[in-house]
């Protein structure tokens, strides 16, 4: 190869690494804020890769991302880019339904519906959540799923509620450290407290936090902020008054009015390095419960759950906003969308700023089940989903925590299987499992586009997904973990290839498996230069246009494609004539052919050697021209290429 010709494939080599890796990294942010639910960010992400080679997997994000923001119209054109492929995943075609039904295409929306349907006969979602119209829930989840464990240092007794700062994971639980302590005559159970244990140890032993927090009162939900100083500051809840160990009460005019369970949030700060209470937020009242605070990271809003009056329902999620100096302003219901008849509690914002919460109010699994809100571009709140199984469970799901990696996090239940009444477990998100690689030609290591992959189940045989490659030799399909799959891989350029792979081993918080596959070529240039036959005037030999076009892709395949070919020139005529005639006219017209190649830049010892075989060779029965049309004749009048060696150490069977 020429100097200039290394360098400039070193430049474009080099340039197609960069676009690559900028591709993976715009896909790895945009992949973090979809599984964040934060899609009105994720969306000017996908939109730089629908171009790239992943731009189908854009195509179904950004379908998805409208979807989730309830702006149905604004889907539809991404799912038309993919909705027909035969390589699209099923569970895509029930989205695509209630897009259209959405937008007031009902005939549309049925005839997809169907289709659905008839390849997921068992799946009861279609009946219940047309029936309820909880789009969202149903949309997420489809692959992505949680795995769920409890901690090591639940007890018999109450544990929820997780918070986690400089390493420590905080938490509250009704646990007795010493034999004497006052309990609680509700459930017989000591006093909620708020203790710590390092994060991600299975053997710590959890402590007391220690300073003016916990008291003779429940404490729980506590979270930690930062003041306009910048000092590390804590909101937590605590039980507003205290009368004996039997129940709290409210009082006005010295009067008893209700047995009730009623919280206040607090604040408290640092005075001489010890955790002093120091403030009643203003947001409290003697007559109705506040509490489970939780701070967005910027420190601009405070969310909680009150029963205050007024709400949709019995406890609704509220927000103020933090003034630049640490003042909370007035509480601000977050509507309709998100507060229900029912219950809503224990939100959480995560580091992107969606909302999480309880309900006993949405659709769910069982009482209270966690949910997330999906908001707009300017923060409007467009939907709630259902964060589904085994996450949420038949029993009460609350105090939801997600780590900043958007993967790893904490959540309380009272499911069956727990040891206390609460308990605390900690979550992985799994996301969906991509395949994705590259099919390249084994001889030159080029990229091969129009690759037919098809992926089959090893045990059943099943065809699970197919694709086909694009411009960059890439292809990607979704796939199960824990299965054994085979791929398929097909050109005609070269031999069907099988190759097998496992998803058995891989790791949870893996996103993506390369499976990259070489195809060994077939050796013959006819079919690798996608020759059409190389005719000759009758009794000639020159080279007529339209083979001249055809010989101009043998010199293409020997100098781009396959710079090391070796070829031998075979040349063969009609039956009209004598042998000795035709044996010379058609070594006429392997030279001709021959000087052709040479003179477009072939060096001479890649052809090692023209013949001409006369009509010894014919290709269909022709004898003469009583038998045969000029159509018939023409076939036989022709040049053939058989490959010799394709690379130095890849020599071709003798024929």
């Known amino acids: 190869m020429k100097r200039h010709s290394i360098t400039t494939f070193l430049f474009f080599a080099f340039f197609g690494v960069v676009t690559l890796t900028a591709q993976s990294t715009v896909q790895k942010r945009a992949d973090q804020l979809f599984y964040k639910f934060a899609y009105a960010k994720a969306i000017p992400e996908y939109e730089k890769m629908v171009t790239g080679r992943n731009s189908v997997h854009a195509f179904q994000r950004l379908a998805e991302c409208y979807l989730m923001l309830r702006d149905f119209e604004k889907s539809l054109p991404y799912f038309k880019r993919f909705i027909n492929e035969p390589e699209t995943p099923t569970n895509y075609y029930f989205k695509y339904a209630m897009a259209l039904k959405s937008s007031g295409q009902e005939k549309e929306a049925l005839k997809w519906l169907k289709r659905y349907k008839k390849l997921h006969k068992n799946d009861p979602r279609v009946k219940q959540f047309l029936k309820d119209g909880n789009l969202a829930s149903v949309v997420f989840n489809s692959k992505e799923r949680y795995e769920v464990e409890p901690v090591h240092f639940n007890t018999r007794y109450s544990e929820f509620g997780s918070f986690v700062h400089d390493g420590q994971l905080y938490f509250s639980s009704s646990r007795r450290e010493v034999a004497s302590e006052d309990v609680y005559g509700w459930n017989n159970e000591a006093w909620l407290d708020i203790f710590h244990v390092t994060e991600g140890s299975s053997m710590d032993v959890p402590k007391k936090f220690k300073g003016e927090i916990n008291s003779k009162f429940h404490e729980s939900s506590m979270v930690f902020s930062t003041d306009y100083k910048n000092d590390t500051i804590i909101y937590f809840t605590r039980n507003s008054y205290f009368k004996n160990k039997e129940s709290f009460y409210t009082k006005k005019e010295d009067k008893n009015i209700e047995k009730l369970n009623n919280l206040k949030i607090f604040k408290a700060e640092k005075v001489d390095g010890e955790w002093k209470v120091t403030r009643n937020l203003k947001t409290n009242a003697d007559h109705y419960s506040t509490g489970h605070p939780t701070v967005n990271s910027t420190r601009t809003l405070l969310y909680f759950a009150s029963d205050r ?30 507060n229900t008849p029912g219950n809503e509690m ?28 999906v908001s707009d571009e300017n923060g409007e709140i467009k939907e709630v989903v259902n964060l589904g199984k085994p996450l949420n469970s038949e029993k009460d799901d609350f105090g939801y925590y997600a780590m900043d990696n958007g993967v790893d996090g904490y959540v309380s239940s009272n499911r069956k299987g727990g040891k206390g009444g609460d ?40 065809l699970v997904h197919r694709t086909v490659t694009d411009e960059q030799g890439r292809y990607e399909m979704e796939v199960n973990r824990g299965q054994n799959y085979m791929i398929e891989a097909v050109r005609k350029t070269h031999p069907h290839k099988h190759v097998y792979f496992s998803t058995q081993t891989v790791k949870r918080v893996t996103r993506s498996v390369v499976q990259n596959i070489e195809l060994e070529p077939i050796l013959d240039v ?27 892709k043998v010199v293409k395949l020997m100098t781009n494609t396959y710079p090391e070919m070796i070829i031998r020139l075979e040349s063969h005529t009609d039956p009209v004539g004598s042998h000795a005639y035709n044996d010379k006219l058609s070594e006429r017209r392997a030279k001709s052919t021959y000087e052709y190649l040479i003179a477009n830049g072939i060096d001479e010892h890649r052809i090692i050697s023209f013949k001409g075989y006369g009509k010894r060779k014919l290709i269909n029965d022709c004898t003469g021209l009583k038998d045969c049309d000029q159509e018939q004749l023409e076939l036989n009048r022709r040049t053939e290429f058989p490959v010799v060696q394709l690379k130095n150490n890849y020599l071709a069977k003798s024929k």
């Open 526 to 552: 006819k079919v690798l230069a996608d020759l059409n036959k190389i005719y000759f005037d009758f009794n000639k030999s020159d080279i007529r246009p339209d083979a001249a076009r055809e010989l101009d």
């Open 346 to 373: 224990f939100p959480y914002i995560n580091n992107e700023g969606q909302l999480f919460f309880s309900s006993d109010g949405h659709v769910g699994f069982g009482q209270l089940d966690v949910f997330a809100t």
């Open 309 to 338: 009056p007024g709400g949709y329902g019995g406890t609704d999620i509220y927000y103020c906003k933090i003034h630049p100096r640490g003042g909370v302003g007035m509480p601000i219901n977050a509507g309709p969308i998100v």
């Open 423 to 462: 308990d605390i477990y900690k979550f992985r998100f799994i996301p969906s499992l991509t395949l994705e690689g590259m099919v390249t030609d084994a001889i030159n290591l080029q990229p091969l586009d129009e690759v037919t992959i098809s992926l089959f189940d090893q045990k059943s045989g099943e």
